[in-house]
């Protein structure tokens, strides 16, 4: 995937919204979660040191996607904000810091991921942000999360998307968050984070361009319109691989497909509106 940041492509040091040290054993990380029988864990920060930021130094590791993506999420001050498959917790922490006063949850599947994630949001001053360790597709999840009125104004995620039997990294934590097996894909995602939208509330996802369809098709089945798509081109001129897909529960607008944002300049740095998002946790409108 030249020219883009591949779903997962790690954020390393001298790119424009993270910086991170060397891996480090994870009783560095103590001071974040206190366990010292985790994997290890890299220390960084996101958004240009804005916001304090551990990962496992193995398997997935975040890419630009989480923070775009929360940067594409239209929330206002007192709002409550959901995110699924939330993994270490990057685009909500990076919400909370362009939106203060927000109510995010965030909701992770993999323990061990979820105790980190929880590990980042006690490390930042964000205290309108908490983690839920479960499953989205769990019809009990508003009453888990203590959803206000089991209901939330946005959700966003970035959801499985490789088809099950594709060529996929082997590590298991990454498999589970990247892969589509039976009653674990993008329909089954939307439909239980559509569940818990509130009349009007949006959904944005990340995916691939390939499943672009899949995504609209779900969102029609949840009784999500007035669909939008954001391309993410790697330069000008070059096809999009990256879609950002937003909805509005109940909404009844025509679909619209967007100019989209362009990520790199023809010498392979970001373009000014990238970072801007990815430095300074800006906004991306649309």
Not at 56 to 84: D, K, M, Q, W
Not at 256 to 268: A, E, M, P
Request: aromatic letters at 4%.
């Amino acid at each position: 995937m030249d020219g883009q940041a591949a779903p997962g492509r790690d954020l390393v040091h001298g790119s424009l919204s993270m910086t991170e040290r060397s891996p480090i054993p994870s009783p560095s990380c103590q001071s974040l979660s206190g366990d010292e029988s985790g994997p290890p864990c890299t220390s960084g920060t996101l958004l240009n040191g804005r916001v304090r930021y551990a990962q496992f130094a193995h398997g997935h590791r975040t890419g630009i996607e989480p923070v775009l993506l929360a940067a594409s999420v239209p929330a206002r001050v007192g709002e409550t904000v959901l995110e699924a498959g939330c993994g270490a917790a990057a685009g909500l922490l990076c919400l909370g810091w362009r939106v203060p006063g927000v109510m995010g949850v965030g909701v992770e599947y993999d323990p061990a991921t979820a105790s980190l994630a929880r590990a980042n949001l006690t490390a930042n001053p964000f205290r309108g942000l908490r983690l839920v360790c479960a499953d989205v597709r769990d019809p009990a999840l508003a009453d888990l999360a203590s959803l206000p009125s089991g209901r939330v104004d946005h959700a966003f995620a970035n959801p499985p998307w490789h088809r099950a039997g594709s060529s996929v990294p082997p590590e298991a934590r990454r498999q589970l968050a990247r892969t589509q097996v039976a009653g674990n894909d993008i329909r089954n995602w939307v439909g239980a984070m559509g569940r818990l939208l509130r009349a009007k509330g949006t959904l944005t996802l990340a995916v691939p361009a390939a499943c672009v369809d899949q995504a609209i098709i779900a969102f029609g089945q949840a009784h999500i319109g007035s669909v939008t798509l954001m391309p993410l081109w790697p330069r000008d001129g070059q096809a999009a691989r990256l879609v950002l897909v937003r909805g509005r529960k109940d909404g009844r607008g025509d679909c619209q497909l967007l100019s989209g944002l362009v990520l790199h300049c023809t010498d392979g740095s970001f373009t000014s509106a990238v970072e801007a998002i990815l430095r300074d946790g800006a906004p991306l409108l649309f």
